[in-house]
């Protein structure tokens, strides 16, 4: 009874190209590709009840954005604009104006002795200020601190922020901390 | 007319060979599962968040929980109105459940990630000051101090 042995007939792969697109399909739908961004901030620990500490007024640089998304710096109407080259002026202080922030001469592991701005920047907005504009200003103050770190990396390390070494930047950030207050909202005009 | 095609045979088109049409798809879909990550969940609120110039980015997902601030959208603005809400997960919620919520991502992720996690804040830019300080107000009680104002990048032109 010889039989005749049967070709094993091959699996056609003329649909194998459909299989693939059919899931690449299905890829396409259920993922995403957009990568987060944003202004990353650490908030202030919670405590109940805090007075709040008194600092003397030469050291606040106060950033004021109302209902109507007007802009006052220490009381002043200004631009968004000015707010980079006023906090860097108001923290730098060059001149060792009276009015802008103190400095004092502090020692920090790492680093040894080194002049340090006491200013403090409070950022106060009232409940009906739109999140945008708020972001916008934030935004502004934040690259305001983060120049003001590329200038000192460039006389410490002659490099920028970016390309410091971890520990670097760590140092760094203790030189030029990034002193941003938020307060509680209130009515303001 | 052609002299190494003396029967003058018809000349025809060779067929395209498909057999390399499948490697391609598979091609195509690697890279799509290698750059995309999956949807979590589906935004019920408007998301136009605002544009921005420093911004960093988001490293590790697994790291980050999500608050969704806007009005709300399509089907379930019938449900909820136009006024601004708070989307935790897939469920439009109240500022009161940020807590438990911030608890509950706290205990999902392994011990030594717990301090790394990171809340990314994604309100639409028309939203009122009054909500997110609520929101932050809880967060800093729920001692979730890291926090993401989501962001999209700004093209400034340099001229």
């Keep these: ?189 | 007319m052609s002299r190494f095609n003396p029967e003058g045979a018809k000349k025809t088109v060779p067929n395209i060979t498909t057999a390399s049409l499948p490697d391609i798809m598979f091609m195509l879909l690697f890279f799509f599962m290698v750059s995309t990550q999956l949807r979590e969940n589906t935004v019920n609120v408007t998301q136009n968040v605002p544009y921005a110039t420093e911004i960093t980015k988001l490293e590790k997902k697994s790291l980050v929980s999500y608050i969704y601030v806007g009005s709300p959208r399509g089907t379930f603005k019938a449900l909820y109105g136009t006024d601004t809400r708070i989307q935790l997960d897939d469920k439009i919620s109240k500022v009161n459940d940020i807590r438990p919520y911030i608890v509950g991502e706290w205990e999902k992720r392994a011990e030594e990630d717990r301090p790394k996690m990171t809340v990314s804040l994604k309100a639409d830019e028309k939203t009122k000051m009054g909500i997110i300080n609520e929101i932050k107000t809880e967060l800093r009680k729920a001692e979730a101090l890291k926090i993401n104002y989501s962001a999209k990048k700004k093209v400034v032109d340099k001229k």
Excluded: C, H
């Design chain 1, 1 to 189: 009874m010889a039989r005749k042995k049967r070709a094993f007939p091959e699996i056609p792969n003329a649909s194998q190209a459909d299989i693939a697109f059919l899931l690449i399909i299905f890829f396409i739908v259920s993922t995403t590709m957009d990568t987060d961004t944003g202004i990353y901030r650490v908030l202030p620990q919670w405590v109940e009840n805090v007075e709040a500490p008194k600092i003397n007024k030469r050291n606040t640089f106060v950033v004021l954005i109302n209902k109507n998304n007007d802009l006052a710096i220490n009381g002043q109407f200004a631009q968004i604009s000015d707010i980079k080259d006023r906090l860097k002026e108001f923290i730098l202080n060059p001149n060792n104006d009276p009015n802008l922030s103190e400095k004092k001469e502090e020692n920090i592991e790492g680093l040894g002795l080194i002049t340090r701005s006491q200013g403090i920047v409070s950022l106060q907005n009232d409940r009906g200020t739109d999140y945008g504009a708020y972001i916008e200003v934030q935004n502004e103050l934040v690259k305001g601190f983060n120049e003001l770190r590329d200038e000192f990396s460039m006389d410490r390390y002659g490099r920028k922020y970016e390309k410091l070494t971890p520990e670097e930047q760590e140092l760094a950030k203790k030189a030029v901390p990034t002193a941003i207050s938020e307060a509680e909202p209130q009515e303001v005009k």
